[in-house]
């Protein structure tokens, strides 16, 4: 009966040991670096709203810096712009720009990885702009909608390039 009693205990042991896996360090994210503004999922990064991954592959590039410059092209309601459109940071998410459509004046817009929108901006001189757009390489292109003092809407596309 004691060689029952001790097999019993024997085999409980070695059936626990041989179903149990093994104990290791299978962190995919201990030897990850993301710097300041991310964070390391199942081996990735993933960064904060308002940064992607820059050349050093940590997040440290902000959605505005694409996009900042001087840019020439057209509109396709004033057609040439004879004024370069200027765009500058406000935020690593936010960009204002200047000469916007041709209309000397400047417009806000929020930006995420390459998208632009401009949601109800309205400019100094009281017209209000709403419209998005992308940019691809060094060439932007946003449709928006004008609204006028007076109530009155124009729809107009602009293509501007570095």
Known sequence: MSKKLFLLPALLLGAFLIFTPACGD?????????????????????????????????????????????????????????????????????????????????????VNGTDITITNYTDPAGRKFTGDGEINGNTIIIQYVVTYSDGSTETCTMTIAK
């Open 26 to 110: 299978d962190d995919a994210c201990k030897d990850v670096d993301c710097g300041t503004n991310g964070a390391c999922f199942d081996g990735a990064c993933v960064c904060d709203d308002g940064y992607e991954l820059g050349s050093t592959g940590l997040c440290d590039t902000e959605w505005s810096a694409k996009f900042i410059g001087t840019y020439t092209g057209n509109d396709g309601c004033g057609g040439a712009l004879t004024t370069p459109v200027g765009i500058t940071r406000i935020s690593e998410s936010s960009i204002r720009i200047t000469n916007f459509g041709g209309f000397l004046s400047y417009v806000d817009a929020n």
